[in-house]
């Protein structure tokens, strides 16, 4: 019984060509929509050439910091693009995010709207120069005539070793990071989409939502058998259509992933499972109709995929910093997280982590939604 | 021989409905039991009681002579049921749907190649095999509703009323299929709102009304139940009130009625009455058209027990 349902799912499945279609164009479709409008900003040479920044400043201000700046923003390869403004246009256009961030001159702050590798790198300059302060004061301070171009030179080399390894281990890495967590959330994503499959399998096994269901129930077999072996066949599907998107993305779109493939694979398979996982407690929800359920999993998809910055960056931080349990249990982070992980430390311990949570998970989604649908008589068919 | 079913005072509600009001019933093994009743009488929610598949607020039922619970799979096994609503998967053909079924019951491969096979030939859809779900008529997919049904060959088989839809010639392959495999030994329990179906082949007919048993018996008894024996019906045209009244008078006549051109006389008991009924014609010199003598149907027996018709 338990592989003839299993064969069964499988060939229905495949059958409704309509949705193993949809499954396997969501990944492939958005991935190939983001390379393009990615295309030219991961190409990543280019990429710092010019950060836009915001300069305020008195005019009055006693250190050194605008001659750096100023070297830092002449010559055919310059890192900044300065633009002076007051303090109201600044603030305004690091708003409209036309500037990556704000140099207070006076008081040799920055000011940055979000993390990005262009932050970082305005970061890493003002640290730099803080730390060099007292060197190019003491430079200037010395100097009866204007500063000489050889000393500022020894300085700002100083200042520039710093940024351009940060330059650098940006545009090769942490760039690419940044663009992969978007390839990242595709797989998250797709993953949670699983459970619109399983939803309308779990469906076809109770009596009052089907015909189908029916039948099921008044055969000898236990509800167990029939959940398992469709959970089991979906998974493998499932499972396959994240391969094909993986192989797609790095293959054919050249995405760079890194070099840790069974770990994502694995990562792939058990989002998969989490996902189905999902489909089938929302399904085993008596009363509730097939649309209602419908419903409720795109809810749930979205909720939990905004809450792991699929839509928009900042939301995840926020829940780091208030409830960061949230991002311990919701699939859609652990998933990301899993291949962020996976792409940035050498260490395996947070990818353990979440691969088990959501293993855990899923056995007891699925454990719970056998209980509530084994009492297999209905009030209302 | 056993009992297949039994059912005592069931009580089925939903929220305010009484859909079953100590409903009982007993089915012995190997007859075809009829369950005749208007549309929303409680025969489906009889069913699914009995099968398990729905709760209910009072009563007890048995299968087989075992308390009949969601994992009894051991009786379970030995039933059959087609639903009245067709119920198959559209991404299968008509042979995998009836496999995949056959499969809930039958493991071992070759016995269930035979029995899909069977099957198949049962409802005469040899030629279909191959068809999905949404290439078939109404008719034919009813068929398949029903090899889906009976192919793991059930001991107990439901059929809730399965010629719903379907066309007088396959109609009749389908009540001769049932006799078949009741006399090949199973147990049939068949409802249906069509009387003449129940009256063909039922062996023992409970009607129900409003989730209550009105009348119990092989046809034969259901009809003694009532007054009527005979309804003669004649065409005529412009019969005074005069003549009406002798025709009314006649014996065994107790009520008759005259309308549109028709005549309808009702007997109770007495022989010849048809001839009374000519002679009374030709000594009034009354012309008439076509002339009809029935026996009572089980409509009959419905309408003077509830009085109203059986059918909508
Ligand atoms: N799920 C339900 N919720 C509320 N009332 C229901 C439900 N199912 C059936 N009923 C009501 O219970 C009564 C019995 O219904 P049932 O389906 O058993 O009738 P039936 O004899 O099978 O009729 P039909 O010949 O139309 O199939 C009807 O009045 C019906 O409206
Ligand atoms: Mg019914």
Redesign the pocket.
Known sequence: MFWHNFKNCMKVTLKAKVSIFWTLLFPIALATFMYVSFGNIMDNEEMFKNIDVAVVSSGEEENGLMVVIDALSEGDDKLLNVKEMSEAEAKQALKDEKVTGIIFADDVRLMVNESSANASILESILSSYKQNEYAIKDIMGNLETAPNEADIMAIMSDVMADTSYYTEKSTSDSNQNMYNNYFYAIFAMSCLFAAYSSVGAISNLQANESGKGMRKCISPNSKIVFIVSDFLSLLVLHFLVELIALLYMSTVLGIEFGDKYPAMILTLFVGSMIGLAIGVIVGAIAKLGFGGKIGILTAIGLVLSGMADLFVNGVKRAIELHVPIINKINPAALITDCFYSLNTYDDYTIFIQNIMIMAVESVVLIVIAFMMIRRNKYA?? | MGTAVEVNNLVKR?KD?V?LDHFSLKIEEGEIFGLL?P???????TINCILSLLSFDKGDIQVFGKKMKPTSYDIKKDIGVVM?NVAVFDELTVYENIDYFCGLYIKEKETRRKYVEEAIEFVDLADYKKFLPKKLSGGLLRRLNIACGIAHKPKLIFFD?PTVAVDPQSRNKILEGIKMLNEAGATIVYTS?YMEEVEQLCSRILIMDKGKQIALGTKDELKRMIKNTETVSVEVLGLGDAELDKLKSLPHVYDAGYEDGMLHLYFSGGKHNLIRVMECFKENNISFGRVTSELPTLNDVFLEITGKELRD
Request: aromatic letters at 6%; charged letters at 10%.
């Open positions: 209302s068919i | 939903y409905l859909a009743g549309n929303g009488s409680g025969k489906t929610t009245q009323e709102h």
